[in-house]
């Protein structure tokens, strides 16, 4: 049972009619966008448009991008907004509640369909965003006010239209504009008459039948063709999985693959859906005893590191990894982001069919470009593969480069920039001992680890006094649900000018602390800023995603680590959402404190029509 509200004053403490009465749109209708439209909503603004260009809500869940078998690295109770519960998987009991892409969409949908159904302006593409002055000759004397102009147009009728708001929110994520190597664009298997589908793997939920007639499956009688995929990461894996299970041959081309954590059986929440992670892994502030411990002493960082060491033995020995198997070349578990959740073995898991001779791995390889046979790929070593359909798992691209022109990108400060000339030097700042670096550990590589000035990974530094365009998504966390949830209630105190939320005094001020951010970013995850695009990477909070919530409560001065417990068992006090669902009760009886406190002042006339 939910506990029940806490009282608060009656009398809410809203913000100015206008603020209110302004327009906001939301771009982008997944997970981020809809708990954002959700929160402003509750929270007064009556004006609050969503756009996206998909056919139904969910984002990277939608309908059309969910196929069988699509297994997510969350598990039930993680993924998920307080205000909407969401049942258990059916397996949920020997799967540890994985959840999978079905189980996504189902709850997206019902997300939209309790809290914004009518709210959202489907098949609707974002040709532009860019801030416009409008003049009010009307008014006495003539003001004029900067807008934002949002070019669409309507996906099935084509028709392209302007539309003006007064705010935007920007949830378009990182996972829809697909990254391709030009070698190996569908366009280029068309030059070399390749004959079959080139497909990437975010087009799966609409292309897999198509792979699937142009891939024969095998009989008594005829050899199968081949799905070659080309990738080692999650979407990879799950495309492997889904043409293995289906009968088809498979062949996997990657130079490293994702990382991964498993177990014999599903983890007790206490070390799954708790601090236990994040405590041994360091963030930019120490804000714990047992924190500083780990993290700036000798002896703590041998602790860290041997914990960091059995979780990945671990993991290998519970898949049954043999020890001269490709996997076993992965990216780094304590320095980088490319990690994926297994849970227990199962018969259908990637690892499983992989042992088990259904999947083929080419690696360490690389694909170049087509052969000129029309049914192979060129490996960079010149060998040859053969290939009936491929299914490039090259990851994606920022969305902003799209929608932005490169000025407005600049005046925003949202695009890519080098670290400051005679900056921050990383190999000076944050000597924690867990930080030293063993020989053969990644770098950071200075020339690709370039990235945009965005404060808090939710508002662009140089445009931190306006409040008027703020990011949901582009914090890459492994908790989507419980991060986004608090991003989209500090955004609503951001737009309604709450008195007690803390922001930097100027543009300036901002662009230094998201700028020694980044500097401390590319000292935790080397080289990780080059991977990832920034629309889904405005900061990293990987496994500190509770340390990271915790700053952005503060920010609000509202409690942080809500999930309690003594010196002893806080590392391992289970987070839950319920601990966040009353926030905008909390920020309410904020602002009624601060508002009556103005009003008690010698001489205050109070603010907001208090007097």
């Known amino acids: 049972m939910s506990p029940a509200p806490p009282t608060y004053p009656s009398t809410p403490m809203a913000a100015s009619a206008n603020e209110l009465e302004q327009t906001i749109c939301i771009i982008g209708s997944g997970a981020a966008g809809l708990i954002t439209a959700h929160t402003l909503i509750r929270d007064g603004f009556k004006n609050v448009d969503v756009i996206s260009r998909d056919r139904s809500a969910g984002g990277v869940w939608a309908a059309e991008r969910v196929y069988p078998g699509l297994v997510i690295n969350n598990v039930h109770g993680e993924f998920r907004f307080s205000p909407l519960p969401m049942p258990p998987p059916r397996d949920w009991r020997t799967t540890g509640g994985r959840l999978t892409g079905e189980d996504m969409q189902y709850y997206m949908e019902s997300f939209e369909e309790h809290f914004l159904k009518g709210r959202i302006r489907y098949n609707t593409e974002v040709l532009k965003i860019k801030r416009i002055s409008e003049r009010n000759a009307k008014a006495s004397p003539p003001t004029t006010s900067s807008r934002w102009a949002v070019s669409v147009q309507d996906k099935i009728s084509g028709v392209s239209s302007q539309l003006k708001y007064d705010k935007v929110v920007l949830c378009s994520g990182g996972c829809h504009v ?15 008459q390749f004959r079959g589908p ?4 975010s087009e799966l939920g609409s ?11 095998s009989t008594e009688d005829r050899d199968c063709g081949t799905v070659l995929i080309v990738g080692g990461g999650k979407s990879a894996q799950d495309a492997a999985v889904f043409f293995a299970t289906r009968n088809r041959k498979v062949s996997v081309v990657f130079d490293t693959a994702d990382a991964f954590l498993a177990a014999p059986m599903p983890l007790p929440a206490f070390i799954r859906k708790s601090r236990f992670l994040a405590v041994i892994s360091p963030h930019v502030e120490l804000k714990t005893s047992l924190e500083r411990f780990l993290h700036t002493t000798t002896a703590g960082s041998y602790l860290v590191h041997g914990l960091w060491n059995f979780l990945t033995w671990s993991s290998f020995v519970s898949l049954s990894i043999p020890a001269d198997s490709p996997l076993h070349n992965t990216h780094s578990l304590f320095w980088g982001l490319r990690t994926n959740d297994e849970g227990v ?13 259904k999947i083929e791995l080419i690696a360490p390889a690389r694909a170049n470009t087509f052969g000129t046979d029309g049914r192979s790929i060129i490996l960079t070593d010149g060998r040859l593969v053969e290939a009936d359909a491929v299914i490039l798992a ?7 480069n799209k929608i932005f022109d490169p000025e407005t990108m600049e005046q925003l400060g949202m695009n890519r ?21 063993p020989q053969g550990a990644p770098k950071s590589d200075s020339q690709s680890d370039w990235a945009a000035s965005i404060y808090r990974g939710i508002v662009p530094a140089a445009n931190i006094l306006n409040r008027d365009f703020a990011i949901n998504g582009a914090l890459f966390t492994t908790n989507n649900g419980y991060t986004f949830e608090v991003i989209a209630h500090w955004i609503s105190s951001y737009f309604r000018n709450d008195p007690f939320l803390h922001l930097p005094s100027s543009p300036e001020e901002a662009t230094q602390l998201a700028d020694q951010h980044t500097a401390w970013l590319r000292r935790r995850y080397p080289g990780m800023l080059g991977w990832i695009n920034e629309s889904i990477a405005g900061d990293l909070a990987f496994w500190n995603w509770p340390q990271a919530v915790d700053t952005l409560l503060e920010d609000m001065e509202l409690k942080s680590m809500r999930s309690g417990g003594n010196w002893l068992t806080w590392p391992f006090k289970v987070i839950d959402l319920q601990e966040i669902q009353f926030l905008k009760e909390e920020r309410d009886a904020k602002r009624i404190e601060y508002f009556r406190n103005m009003a008690t002042l010698p001489n205050s006339k109070g603010q907001n029509g208090l007097q």
């Open 178 to 192: 697909p990254h391709i190597p030009p070698a190996l664009t569908p366009e280029t298997a068309e030059m070399q």
């Open 198 to 201: 080139v497909v990437h793997s």
């Open 207 to 217: 292309r897999a039948d198509a792979i699937l007639d142009a891939v024969k499956p």
């Open 345 to 357: 073995s199962r018969s259908d898991g990637f690892h499983t069919l992989v042992n088990s001779g």
């Open 394 to 400: 090259t990851g994606f691209s920022s969305s902003w």
């Open 417 to 437: 920039h080098p670290p400051p000339a005679g900056g921050l030097n990383d190999a000076d700042m944050w000597k924690y001992a867990s930080l030293e670096r």
